[in-house]
């Protein structure tokens, strides 16, 4: 290492105070912008889900539920979209009243609820995963194609950076939502 550069915690090279007051502004650009950003892919999403009747709420549980291998417990639910379990059994509910999930005891665990995606369910969740890729396609394909491809290779290794924070499940329990 070069002289005046220590090594942080991480093990990567510390180049001084300006540096880091550089890093750390350029962060926060990239923070703001990424915020902007997911706005308008929720503004989009929400858009386009409207025709469907779902509240975004409800849409992030019920893609949830529809990639998931396996029904899915009312915990586990809460838990990957970071929301208490008295909300996730409001939003399946609602799901549940729509005809797109169905509800069963656990024959594992019969005090758990297990969710699973209805046949009209799975035809609804196809037609949400069109819609959002449309969204995203419409924000996206603006940049080059090399350009989306480093965007997306720099957005996979944050969130992997995040969730390897050590001592806790990332800053924000990981970017994703796709848990």
Known sequence: MGEGTKETRNGRPRHGARAEAGSEKLATQIGESVTRLARRLRAGSARRLAPFGLTDAEARAFRMVGRAPAPLRMSEIARRIQIVPRSATTIIEGLETKGLVAREIDPADRRSILVRV?????????????ARDRTAVELFSRLAPPDQAALAALLVAAEAADEQTPGEKGLAGGIGSRR
Do not use: N
């Not at 209805?118 to 069109?130: F, N, P, S």
């Open 118 to 130: 209805t046949d009209a369910g799975a035809r609804l969740h196809r037609e949400i995963g069109h």
